[in-house]
C-alpha cells in the first residue's frame, strides 16, 4: 500500500550509497561496449570493480535487513483498530521520563524543504563544532539523536526499559567504540526510527522529492566537499 511504499522510500533515502551500488550492478548488466568501452561503461565497472562479490552480499544483505526492519517498525505505528480506507491512523510516539517525542506538524508539501534545512542547519552546526574543537559537544549531540533513533526502533520490539537501554548503550558504542558490527546494527534499526517519524508527515511525492534531493546532497558531500 502507500504506507508501505513511502517507508521503503523513506528508509532508502537515507541509503544512498547502496543505491549508487545496486545501480551500478544493474546498469553493467545492460551496457555492453561495442568496438571500445564508453565512459558510462567504464564508470560502471569502476563502481563494481569498487567492492568485492562477498562486500556486496553484504551490502544487499544489510539495505534488505534495513528495509525490512523499517517497514515492520513503521506498521507497528499504525493504528490499525482506528485506522479507515482512505486515512491512515497514526500511533503516539513513546514517551521518555514522560515526556512524549512529537512529529513535526507542517504541511505534507513542503517536508522536503522542512528536512533539508535541517540538514543543512545541522550541517553548519557540525562544522562550527569542528572548527571551534567543540568534538565532545557534537558527539553528545550526535548520541542523543541516535539513541532517539534507536529507542523509537526498540520500543516497537521490547519493553520501554530494555530499549532505551539498549539504545543508550548502542549509540554510546558506536560513537566512543565504533565496530563494524555495531555500526551495522545500529544502521538497520536507525532507518526504521527516521521512518517511524517521517513516514506519517510525507506525501508519496513529497518523499520521492526529498529522495532526489537528498542524494544530490549526497553526492556534493562525497564527491566535491573537503
Given amino acids: 500500500g502507500n504506507n508501505s511504499l513511502k517507508a521503503d522510500l523513506t528508509v532508502s533515502t537515507f541509503s544512498p550509497a547502496f543505491i549508487k551500488t545496486v545501480t551500478a550492478i544493474l546498469c553493467a548488466n545492460f551496457i555492453q561496449p561495442t568496438k571500445k568501452p564508453s565512459i558510462l561503461y567504464s564508470f560502471v565497472i569502476f563502481c563494481i570493480m569498487k567492492h568485492?562479490?562477498?562486500?556486496?552480499?553484504?551490502l544487499i544483505a544489510v539495505y534488505t535487513t534495513a528495509q525490512i526492519t523499517g517497514l515492520l517498525?513503521?506498521?507497528?505505528?499504525?493504528?490499525?483498530?482506528?485506522?479507515?480506507?482512505?486515512?491512515?491512523i497514526w500511533k503516539n510516539l513513546p514517551t521518555l521520563a514522560g515526556i512524549p517525542f512529537e512529529r513535526?506538524?507542517?504541511?505534507?508539501?513542503?517536508?522536503p524543504i522542512?528536512?533539508?534545512?535541517?540538514?543543512?542547519?545541522?550541517?553548519?552546526?557540525?562544522?562550527?563544532?569542528a572548527k571551534v574543537q567543540y568534538l565532545f559537544l557534537w558527539k553528545m549531540w550526535f548520541i542523543t539523536a541516535i539513541t532517539m533513533c534507536l529507542y523509537i526502533s526498540f520500543y516497537?520490539?521490547?519493553?520501554?526499559?530494555?530499549?532505551?537501554?539498549?539504545?543508550?548503550?548502542?549509540?554510546?558504542?558506536?560513537?566512543?567504540?565504533p565496530s563494524i558490527i555495531i555500526h551495522n546494527l545500529t544502521e538497520i534499526f536507525i532507518y526504521g526510527g527516521l521512518s517511524a517519524i517521517f513516514v506519517p508527515i510525507l506525501?508519496?511525492?513529497?518523499?520521492?522529492?526529498?529522495?532526489?534531493l537528498i542524494s544530490a546532497y549526497d553526492i556534493y558531500a562525497v564527491w566535491k566537499s573537503k
Fill in 52 to 58: 568485492s562479490l562477498n562486500i556486496i552480499l553484504i
Fill in 156 to 177: 516497537t520490539f521490547l519493553n520501554s526499559k530494555i530499549a532505551l537501554a539498549l539504545a543508550i548503550l548502542l549509540s554510546t558504542l558506536k560513537i566512543f567504540k
Fill in 114 to 129: 522542512y528536512i533539508l534545512t535541517a540538514i543543512a542547519i545541522g550541517t553548519i552546526l557540525i562544522w562550527l563544532f
Fill in 203 to 212: 506525501s508519496i511525492n513529497s518523499t520521492i522529492i526529498l529522495l532526489i
Fill in 73 to 88: 517498525v513503521t506498521k507497528a505505528y499504525i493504528d490499525t483498530t482506528n485506522t479507515q480506507t482512505n486515512e491512515t
Fill in 104 to 111: 513535526p506538524e507542517i504541511n505534507q508539501n513542503i517536508v
